[in-house]
Nanobody, 116 residues
Framework: QVQLVESGGGLVQPGGSLRLSCAAS????????MGWYRQAPGKQRELVAG???????NYAESVKGRFTISRDNVKNTVYLQMNSLKPEDTAVYYC??????????WGQGTQVTVSS
């Protein structure tokens, strides 16, 4: 059974930081490209950051320079370090695992709210 379990969300003031974690089980973690997506109310889900099996990263323009994605293939965990948070970063953040076009899995999501 595949599980992607996110944690680390919460309420933070503008300018603050959070670190999201996504612990994976039931997949060969090192063989999966991993990503963080987010969905704000009334908006489509969008890619925030991705990291390939080889460690290459890509980011949405809106988060470049503020967010950092990383992975630990021993702990089967992907992280999203979020700094200089803005109210527009408020959303439910989802972890994603992809194995080529063969399989794709999603976590249940974790709420991030940036507000004073």
């Amino acid at each position: 059974q595949v599980q992607l379990v996110e944690s680390g969300g919460g309420l933070v003031q503008p300018g603050g930081s959070l670190r999201l974690s996504c612990a994976a089980s039931g997949i060969i973690f090192s063989a999966n490209d991993m990503g963080w997506y987010r969905q704000a109310p009334g908006k489509q889900r969008e890619l925030v950051a991705g990291i390939s099996t080889g460690g290459s990263t890509n980011y949405a323009e809106s988060v470049k320079g503020r967010f950092t994605i990383s992975r630990d293939n021993v702990k089967n965990t992907v992280y999203l370090q979020m700094n200089s948070l803005k109210p527009e970063d408020t959303a439910v953040y989802y972890c994603n695992a992809k194995f080529f076009s063969i399989s794709e899995y999603w976590g249940q999501g974790t709420q991030v709210t940036v507000s004073s």
